[in-house]
Structure formats: C-alpha cells, structure tokens
C-alpha cells in the first residue's frame, strides 16, 4: 500500500496562491491515478482535481478550473496542486488521495484507496 502526507496548506488572503504537495510512500506512485479534494466544515468532501498515472490527464471542478493546476513528478513520488487567485469558499482540509482502478469515477471519493490526513488552506476576505 502507499502511504501518503500532504503539506503546503496555510492561511492567505483572497487573491492569494499556495501550492499544495502529497508525499507518497511505500509504494510508487506512478502505479496510481491521484486526486484532490477537499472538505469544508458541515460540508461533504468533494472533488477539485484528477491526474492520470504519466500526468498528461488532469481533471477539475468547475469551481476551480482556470484557477488551480495539478501536476506530479513520479520520479519524486510527488503530486502538487496549484492555487492561485484563492477565494474564501475555499476554505477547507485538502486531501491527496491515490486509486488503482482506471475505471472509477474520479469524482466519486470512494473510488479512491488510500488518503492523505489533510492539509488545512484559510482564505480571509
């Protein structure tokens, strides 16, 4: 199994970038398709982006597309995700996430078989 850590989170104001990043051990990550999501409080976790296994497929919610960029360097076992022009809506705990099967839905959290704890991204107004 992979083991897998995300780090870059902060608070920032609206306007702001960060840029997120999920660790993977254990296993490599080129073996998986990886997802972001995230999870406000009260709210359902929900899908911001995919990345397919050589990195040339990504997938976004419409919420943030044009805004945010997924990338992954499988010789680093890394996955980042790009934030620019943050608004408050958001703020939520961002999750990395890694699924095998090329089939799933990719918006569907279940579909994925290993989680990151989360990274914590505020944005002020």
């Known amino acids: 199994q992979v083991q897998l850590v995300e780090s870059g989170g902060g608070l920032v104001q609206a306007g702001g970038s960060l840029r997120l990043s999920c660790a993977a051990s254990?296993?490599?990550?080129?073996?998986?398709?990886m997802g972001w999501f995230r999870q406000a409080p009260g709210k359902e976790r929900e899908f911001v982006a995919s990345?397919?296994?050589?990195?040339?497929?990504?997938y976004y919610a419409d919420s943030v597309k044009g805004r945010f960029t997924a990338s992954r360097d499988n010789a680093k076992n890394t996955v980042d995700l790009q934030t620019n022009n943050l608004k408050p809506e958001d703020t939520a705990i961002y999750y990395c996430?890694?699924?095998?099967?090329?089939?799933?839905?990719?918006?569907?959290?279940?579909?994925?078989?290993?989680w990151g704890q989360g990274t914590q991204v505020t944005v002020s107004s």
């Open positions: 996430a890694a699924r095998l099967d090329t089939y799933a839905d990719y918006r569907y959290p279940p579909s994925y078989n290993y």
């Open positions: 254990g296993r490599t990550l080129s073996r998986y398709i």
């Open positions: 990345i397919n296994r050589s990195g040339d497929t990504t």
